[in-house]
C-alpha cells in the first residue's frame, strides 16, 4: 500500500525556535514534494527533491531526503510568524500517482 | 512556472445538481490532474486527466460521479455530477510538465470551492 506519514500534524512554536518536521513513505520514490499553503488558498511549491542525499534550503527552510530511510524532512530555522501555514510533503511513486502527506499546522507564536 | 486558472473560484450549488469545473493553462503541459481537499484535510487524487483519451481514476473515484475532459494540452474539465453535501471541497487542478524548464515541478491552480446545500 502507498502511504505517506507525516509528523507532527500540529505543531506550535515560539518564534526563533528551530523544529523539524518529517515525512516517512512506504515504497520506493522516483520524486519528493513540499508544499506550503496558507488558509484559504492554492498549494505553492518549495521543494522538489530528486535523489538521496538532496539538500534544498530556501530561507529559514532547509529539506533533505533519504531514500534508503524512505524519510524527508524539513527544517525551520529561527521561526518567524510569517511561516505560519500548513506544511505537506508528496511522493511521487513512480507512476505519476502522487500521494500526499495529512500535512503539518504550523502556528508560531510571536 | 505555469500559471493556472480555475473557473469559477467558488459555487454553492443545490443537492441533486451538477458542476463543471474548469482549468486552464498558459503553456502546453503533459500531464494534468484532478484533486479534491475536504475542509482541514489533505489532498486526494482524483483522477488523471489524459490528452485525447479517458481520464485515469483513482480508486473510490468513478467517472460517472466525476467525468473529466482534455480537449487540448492547456484545457481540462471536471464535472461534479448529483451532487450532494458530501461533495463540498475544495478542488484543484494541477499540471506537470516533463521535458521543460520546469520539469520534476507540480504546480497547482488557486482552486474551486464548492458548498453543496
Redesign the interface.
Known amino acids: 500500500e502507498l502511504k505517506v506519514e507525516q509528523n507532527p500534524l500540529f505543531l506550535s512554536m515560539q518564534e526563533g525556535k528551530n523544529y523539524t518536521i518529517y515525512c516517512n513513505y512506504s515504497t520506493t520514490s522516483d520524486?519528493l514534494?513540499w508544499?506550503r499553503q496558507d488558509p484559504g488558498?492554492?498549494?505553492e511549491?518549495l521543494f522538489?527533491l530528486?535523489s538521496n542525499g538532496a539538500v534544498k534550503q530556501e530561507g529559514r527552510l532547509m529539506a533533505s531526503l533519504d531514500t534508503k530511510a524512505r524519510l524527508s524532512t524539513l527544517h525551520i530555522t529561527a521561526a518567524v510568524h510569517d511561516l505560519s501555514a500548513t506544511y505537506?510533503c508528496?511522493v511521487d511513486f513512480r507512476d505519476?500517482?502522487?500521494?500526499?502527506?495529512?500535512?503539518t499546522r504550523l502556528h508560531i507564536l510571536p | 512556472?505555469a500559471v493556472i486558472s480555475q473557473k469559477p473560484s467558488r459555487d454553492i450549488c443545490q443537492r441533486g445538481t451538477s458542476l463543471t469545473i474548469q482549468c486552464q493553462v498558459d503553456s502546453q503541459v503533459t500531464?494534468m490532474?484532478w484533486y479534491r481537499q475536504q475542509p482541514g484535510?489533505?489532498?486526494?487524487?482524483i483522477a488523471?486527466a489524459n490528452q485525447g483519451s479517458e481520464a485515469t481514476y483513482?480508486s473510490g473515484f468513478v467517472i460517472d460521479k466525476f467525468p473529466i475532459s482534455r480537449p487540448n494540452l492547456t484545457f481540462s474539465t471536471l464535472t461534479v455530477s448529483n451532487m450532494s453535501p458530501e461533495d463540498s471541497s475544495i478542488y484543484?487542478c494541477s499540471v506537470?510538465a516533463r521535458g521543460t524548464s520546469w520539469d520534476?515541478?507540480?504546480?497547482?491552480?488557486?482552486?474551486t470551492r464548492l458548498t453543496v446545500l
Open positions: 520524486r514534494y508544499y488558498k492554492s498549494l511549491s522538489v530528486l505537506f508528496a505519476d500517482k502522487i500521494i500526499f502527506g495529512k500535512g | 512556472s500531464m490532474f484535510q489533505s489532498l486526494t487524487l488523471t483513482e484543484l506537470e520534476n515541478e507540480q504546480f497547482f491552480g488557486p482552486g
